[in-house]
């Protein structure tokens, strides 16, 4: 059998120009017998995994749009656009019929209490039945 | 976005903090989803967990690339460590060794002779592969159907950017050694 050539030397440890030495030649910018020993070796690790189905591929990209659709912000539909404007206006008027009707139901009540006071006042100008 | 590894010297702050937006995550699935399945496959030996793993890996990196942070890693740095995560996980939760569906042999024309040296390398170079540790057979795997730069393996790993390149040393070394022993045993045989 064909003796494999095999990258890389045998020292114990990686230094910086080993790393690179790898890096490029994995990258495709390494040069010479050992750059393609490295990419013939990735390619034969690489190509021993059965490529993915397809249809699980699909089905993945499928699933992950339907997701982004569903994390989407939600437009409103055009013909309910005018809800939007309409709305704040609804609460607008709601608050200020509220004050409205507030003002006309204590209104009399504030009357009376003027009356009240009148009626007090008056009262308090007569000579006091208690000795002073 | 750009999906290759930046050093911080030359990554802008705005690209450091850019999120992984749609566009460059549909770009990733398609660059990646073909190599984290081939390391999932690589690793578990069986089709159905492999797709379970890059779909779960693709799934959950897109629920957090809000909260991605590209100076802790690139999103392919990032997508392959939850890979690895789920395939670890994966291998605990069924407490065995990944059974191989690997293939065997390969089909088509295989007369000629340099067609069966491709296949006697590649037998050889999936049994040392086989022979290796957990440990190292996944740093090889990450590697060479990751495409990760030495600092994504690193990020992926999570270890320093020279433990990775320590552990990535020891185990092409012990590839290697076990391709030649390999080698040697057909020789005698």
Redesign the interface.
């Known amino acids: 059998m064909k003796v494999i050539p095999f990258p890389g030397g045998g020292s114990a440890s990686p230094d910086e120009a080993w790393l690179t030495e790898l890096e490029a030649a994995l990258n495709g910018t390494g040069e010479g017998s050992v750059a393609d020993s490295w990419l013939q070796l990735r390619e034969d690790v690489r190509v021993l995994a059965p490529p993915m189905d397809p249809d699980f591929k699909r089905e993945l990209g499928q699933r992950i749009a339907g997701r982004r659709e569903r994390s989407a912000p939600k437009q409103p539909h055009r013909r309910l656009g005018w809800l939007r404007t309409a709305v704040p206006a609804f609460a607008a008027l709601s608050v200020a019929f509220a004050v409205i009707a507030a003002v006309l139901i204590a209104a009399p009540c504030r009357e009376r209490r003027e009356i009240v006071f009148a009626l007090c006042a008056r009262g308090s100008s007569r000579p006091s039945l208690w000795p002073g | 976005m750009s999906l290759t590894d930046h050093s911080g010297s030359q990554a802008s702050l705005a690209t450091e903090r850019a999120k992984l937006d ?1 566009e460059a ?1 549909d770009r990733l ?1 398609r660059e990646s ?2 190599g984290v ?3 999932a ?2 690793l578990l030996g069986n ?1 159905s967990a492999a ?1 379970d793993v ?2 779960l890996a ?2 959950r990196l ?1 629920r957090a690339r809000a909260r991605l942070n590209h100076r802790r890693g690139t999103p392919r740095a990032w997508l392959f460590a939850i890979a690895r995560n789920a395939a670890l996980d994966e291998l605990r939760r069924r407490r065995r060794q990944p059974q191989s ?3 065997e042999e390969f089909s088509g024309d295989q007369d000629s002779e340099a067609v069966l ?1 491709h296949i ?3 037998a ?3 049994d040392a ?1 086989s022979a290796l540790p957990l440990r190292e057979r996944e740093v ?2 990450l ?3 990751g ?1 990760l ?2 600092s994504e393996l690193a990020k992926a790993l999570g270890v320093s950017e020279s433990n990775a ?2 552990r ?2 020891r185990a ?2 012990r ?2 050694e076990a ?2 022993q390999a ?1 040697r045993q ?2 005698i045989a």
């Open positions: 749609d995550f699935f989803a073909a399945h081939g390391y496959i690589s089709s797709e890059t779909a693709f799934e897109y569906e690997l293939p040296e006697a390398r590649r050889t170079v999936r592969l090889v795997l590697k060479f159907h495409q730069s030495n390149g320590t990535l040393h092409l070394t590839l290697r391709c030649l080698e057909e020789e």
